[in-house]
C-alpha cells in the first residue's frame, strides 16, 4: 500500500479556485470555533497582535494546501514563507483578517486564501459565505447555491480604511477624503477594518473601497480580495490611477468607471 493510499486526497477533484475555497473555508471553521473564548495574544508591535486564532486558523489553512498542492509554494501571515519564495506557484494566506474586531468581539472578519496571479477565495466565518474566482469569472456559494458576483455602485457605500501606516501623506490621507465636500454628497462611507469589504465591492454591497498602502497587490490581505474584483470586472488602480501592481502605493477599487473617476478627482481634487 502506497502512501497515498495512506492519506488519500480529501480533494482530489478540485480545481485551483475550489482548493482556495475549501482552504479558506477551513480556516473560517477554526475562526468560529474559537470566536468568544480567551484569546492568546502574540504582539507584532507598532500596535498589532496576532492571535490564537490565527495561528489555528492558518494552520488549517496550511493543512489543505499541503494536501492538495502539495509542491506548492505557501506564504502565510503568521507562519511566514514555506517552500521556495520564487516558486512559480506561491499561495498566499490571511488567515484571520480583521483581528482586532474579532479579539474586541466583533465578527467582521475574513479568511483570504490566494494564488499568485489566480484563483482566491475570501470565505467569511460568520455569514457562511465563500467568495471564490478561477482568475476569469468570480463567484460567492451561499446555501450551497453559486451566484455570479455582480458589482454596482447603487448601494453608494464606499469603504475607506483608516489603519497605519500611511506611506502616502501627506500628499493622501484616508480621513481627508471623508471630509471632502463631494464626497458626502455622492456615496456614504463605511469603516469595517477588514478586507472582507473589498469582496463586497465585487458582489455589488460596495461601490468602492479605498486604502493608503505599499505593494498592496501581493499581500496577503489584499490578494483575494483583488483577484475575486478584477475577475468580477471591477475597477482595480492604486491611488495614483494606474493598474494596481507590486509597486503600486495605494488602492481604489470601484464598482464602476464613473465611481472611480469621482473618487479620483476627490483624492486628486
Known amino acids: 500500500m502506497s502512501p497515498a493510499d495512506l492519506h488519500p486526497d480529501p480533494h482530489p477533484d478540485l480545481d485551483d479556485a475550489g482548493v482556495a475555497a475549501a482552504a479558506a473555508l477551513a480556516g473560517a471553521a477554526v475562526v468560529r470555533g474559537m470566536f468568544g473564548g480567551p484569546l492568546t495574544r502574540f504582539d507584532k508591535g507598532a500596535g498589532d497582535f496576532a492571535s490564537a486564532?490565527?495561528?489555528?486558523?492558518?494552520?488549517?489553512?496550511?493543512?489543505?494546501?499541503?494536501?492538495?498542492?502539495?509542491?506548492?509554494?505557501?506564504?502565510?501571515?503568521?507562519?511566514?514563507?514555506?517552500?521556495?519564495?520564487?516558486?512559480?506557484?506561491?499561495?498566499?494566506?490571511?488567515p484571520l483578517c480583521g483581528t482586532l474586531n474579532y479579539a474586541a468581539g466583533g465578527m467582521l472578519v475574513a479568511v483570504n486564501v490566494a494564488l499568485r496571479d489566480g484563483a482566491a477565495a475570501v470565505a467569511d466565518p460568520f455569514s457562511g459565505e465563500v467568495f471564490?474566482?478561477?482568475?476569469?469569472?468570480?463567484?460567492?456559494?451561499?446555501?450551497?447555491?453559486?451566484?455570479?458576483?455582480?458589482?454596482?455602485s447603487a448601494t453608494r457605500l464606499v469603504d475607506v480604511n483608516l489603519d497605519p501606516p500611511f506611506p502616502a501623506a501627506p500628499g493622501f490621507r484616508a480621513v481627508d477624503l471623508l471630509a471632502h465636500p463631494r464626497f458626502g454628497e455622492?456615496?456614504?462611507?463605511?469603516?469595517?477594518?477588514?478586507?472582507?469589504?473589498?469582496?463586497?465591492?465585487?458582489?455589488?454591497?460596495?461601490?468602492?473601497y479605498v486604502t493608503d498602502g505599499d505593494g498592496l497587490a501581493d499581500s496577503v490581505h489584499f490578494a483575494a480580495g483583488i483577484a475575486l474584483c478584477r475577475a468580477a470586472g471591477c475597477l482595480?488602480?492604486?491611488?495614483?490611477?494606474?493598474?494596481?501592481?507590486?509597486?503600486?502605493?495605494?488602492?481604489?477599487?470601484?464598482?464602476?468607471?464613473?465611481?472611480?473617476?469621482?473618487?479620483?478627482?476627490m483624492i486628486h481634487g
Open 236 to 265: 482595480v488602480t492604486g491611488l495614483d490611477g494606474a493598474p494596481a501592481g507590486p509597486a503600486s502605493r495605494g488602492l481604489v477599487v470601484a464598482a464602476d468607471a464613473g465611481t472611480h473617476a469621482q473618487l479620483m478627482s
Open 132 to 152: 471564490r474566482t478561477d482568475g476569469v469569472s468570480a463567484w460567492v456559494r451561499r446555501d450551497d447555491v453559486d451566484l455570479r458576483l455582480e458589482p454596482t
Open 53 to 94: 486564532a490565527d495561528v489555528a486558523a492558518e494552520r488549517a489553512v496550511l493543512d489543505v494546501l499541503r494536501t492538495a498542492r502539495p509542491d506548492d509554494a505557501v506564504l502565510g501571515e503568521e507562519s511566514g514563507q514555506h517552500g521556495a519564495a520564487g516558486s512559480a506557484r506561491q499561495w498566499l494566506v490571511d
Open 186 to 208: 455622492r456615496f456614504r462611507p463605511r469603516v469595517v477594518s477588514t478586507t472582507l469589504a473589498v469582496a463586497w465591492v465585487a458582489a455589488g454591497r460596495r461601490a468602492a
